[in-house]
């Protein structure tokens, strides 16, 4: 098995530690975003440490970030180590901490809503829609199916929350608080991600049920598409052969910790909330498995062991 990172500590400025992240201010216009290996489920962060997560996320965001900035630009610059190193000679003594997790990026001022593509009924929309026939709010067609497709995508923002659940809510919301030409901009770019991820990842066998974008404003005013893109936790990755509407789909993501997190809920086990039940070793492994696998999909090659 893989070694596992659970969490950074680098010489450079921590400006936040997150659920998967900790980010570090590089000068004034950059930042260094290393991924652990920590692995949420229902806003709780799991004691255990799932192997190679860390490294597909970011190498994966690193992959679609330059298959995207045709669409978009990204405040990515590099997730290659040495390159990183080079930049950075005081990481030079801590590489086991970074090496294929670490990605250097421009800063910006994030905007504070997730910019979420639904082409498929599923997760919390599905439960939105079963229950009142809605999607934040606003009506969808009677008779829908769970996993149904969404002709044409369905841009459904929410809001971004520090702890919790996000919240969906209408894009008149959003515009409201943003503006209208920032509101637009952001839905347009949003649609085009996803349809240009969706159509690459059929071709790899792959469907992209839903995604959430995160956008920041550069220094010249400008969006521009940050934090990671089109990854297992970000998005909803289902195998073509498999799909069948009106039922839950098979996943490249967590979706083993969740079931199993779920049954032992079911079983009064486990409340919800902090601290989590020990995860059994067959579930971690079977969760990084998901990640490779994913990657391995999109990419077409193995993960790499250091970018």
Not at 185 to 204: D, F, H, M, P
Request: glycine share 8%.
């Amino acid at each position: 098995m893989s070694s596992t990172l659970r969490t950074s500590t680098l010489p450079l400025p921590l400006l936040r530690s997150g659920k998967v992240r900790e980010v570090y201010a590089v000068g004034e216009s950059q930042l260094l975003i290393v991924a652990s290996d920590r692995v949420s489920a229902f806003d709780v962060v799991m004691a255990e440490a799932v192997p190679d997560k860390g490294r597909g996320l970011t190498q994966l965001s690193a992959f679609w970030f330059g298959m995207l900035g045709s669409v978009t630009p990204s405040h990515f610059l590099s997730a290659n180590t040495g390159e990183i190193v080079r930049a950075l000679p005081q990481l030079a003594g801590h590489r086991a901490q970074i090496a294929g997790r670490a990605m250097l990026v421009r800063r910006t001022e994030p905007v504070l809503f997730e910019c979420v593509v639904r082409g498929y009924l599923a997760g919390s929309a599905w439960g939105e829609y079963r229950r009142s026939g809605t999607l934040a709010g606003e009506p969808l067609p009677a008779g829908l199916a769970e996993s149904a497709r969404l002709d044409p995508p369905i841009f459904s923002p929410a809001t971004k929350a520090e702890s919790g659940h996000d919240e969906n809510v209408t894009y008149e919301r959003m515009e409201a608080e943003l503006g209208a030409p920032l509101a637009e901009r952001l839905r347009s770019v949003s649609l085009a991600l996803y349809e240009t991820g969706r159509r690459y990842a059929a071709e790899r066998g792959l469907i992209i049920a839903d995604t959430k974008f995160e956008f920041g404003i550069g220094p010249d005013g400008q969006p521009m598409l940050i934090d990671e893109a089109l990854t297992p936790d970000s998005s909803r990755f289902w195998p073509i052969d498999r799909y069948q509407p009106g039922r839950s789909q098979p996943s490249f993501d967590k979706q083993p910790l969740r079931d199993w997190l779920a049954a032992e809920r079911s079983a009064g086990r486990w409340n919800g909330d902090a601290p989590p039940p020990p995860l059994p070793d067959a579930v971690v492994a079977e969760t990084g498995a998901r990640y490779r696998e994913a990657f391995r999909l999109l990419v077409g090659t193995d993960l790499p062991e250091e970018a």
